[in-house]
């Protein structure tokens, strides 16, 4: 009888300390993905459709600070002067300079493409995983951790769940594989080539396969990043996103 409690007390702590480990991580991702003050990015899309022998090529530059972001268009030509501004989840604003107006991205629409691509509203705005998901590990070797990401209780998520590779030398997120409502594997994420400026990591190759698309994907290649360049409170503005400044 002895031995059965201390069996039993040695499976309950284990799980103890698995969620804490999960915590921890989900934890210290959060920390390494928001470290920077600001960052400037300069991005290279190729978004291939199926069925299609030229995927289509686009160019936009970044400005993320927290969960703030706002994202200019360089090309091609017809979105030339596109800008998208994100304050959080669920605050999206778009400008269309052929229009002349600013709009905001109604709610129902954060889960339909980022501008065609593969990528979601709600995938290029979700910024800190630890205030949508819970988490719990899965696996461990070889320096990375597997963990599943559920929604938080009372919290709209994107996804019904997501399996999470992380890197835990960086603490950022090499593969996502996320999940709808049925349990369906409906997208892969993959993060690769990663390097670092002082104890802030990017990756320069990210890119997304919609399983649900016949395999279409979206590939963001960094072209140039700058670290905590001093950007004003104001960049992240309705009134600049009309102004373009």
């Known amino acids: 009888m002895g031995r059965f409690s201390l069996l039993i007390a040695a499976l309950l702590w284990s799980g103890v300390a698995h969620a804490e480990d999960a915590v921890s991580i989900l934890k210290n ?8 003050e600001d ?15 030229d995927p289509k090529i686009m160019e936009f530059t970044s400005t993320v600070a927290g969960p703030k972001a706002l994202t200019a268009f360089s090309a091609p030509a017809d979105l030339r002067g596109t800008r998208v501004l994100v304050l959080n989840r669920t605050q999206m604003y778009i400008y269309l300079p052929q229009y002349g107006k600013v709009r905001r991205i109604a709610s129902s629409m954060t889960k339909a493409g980022f501008m065609g691509t593969t990528y979601s509203n709600d995938d290029m705005s979700t910024s800190r995983f630890g205030d949508v998901y819970t988490g719990k590990v899965i696996s461990e070797a070889d320096g990375k951790a597997v963990l599943e990401f559920m929604p938080k209780a009372g919290v709209e998520a994107p996804y019904s769940r997501a399996m999470v590779t992380v890197d835990l030398k960086i603490y950022h997120p090499v593969e996502i594989k996320y999940f709808n ?22 990756a ?16 963001l290649q960094r072209l140039d990043w ?20």
């Not at 991702?29 to 920077?36: E, F, H, L, S, V």
Request: charged share 35%; net charge negative.
């Open 204 to 219: 320069t190759v990210m890119r997304m396969v919609d399983l649900t698309r016949d395999g279409a994907w979206t590939e």
């Open 39 to 53: 960052q400037v990015i300069q991005w290279k899309v190729v978004n291939q459709e199926p069925g299609k022998k």
């Open 29 to 36: 991702m959060d920390a390494a993905m928001n470290r920077a």
């Open 181 to 202: 409502e049925k349990d369906a594997h409906i997208k892969t994420e993959t993060r690769s080539d990663y390097t670092c400026q002082d104890d802030v990591c990017l």
């Open 226 to 245: 700058k670290l905590n360049t001093g950007v004003d409170e104001d960049t992240f503005s309705t009134r600049n996103l009309q102004r373009g400044e």
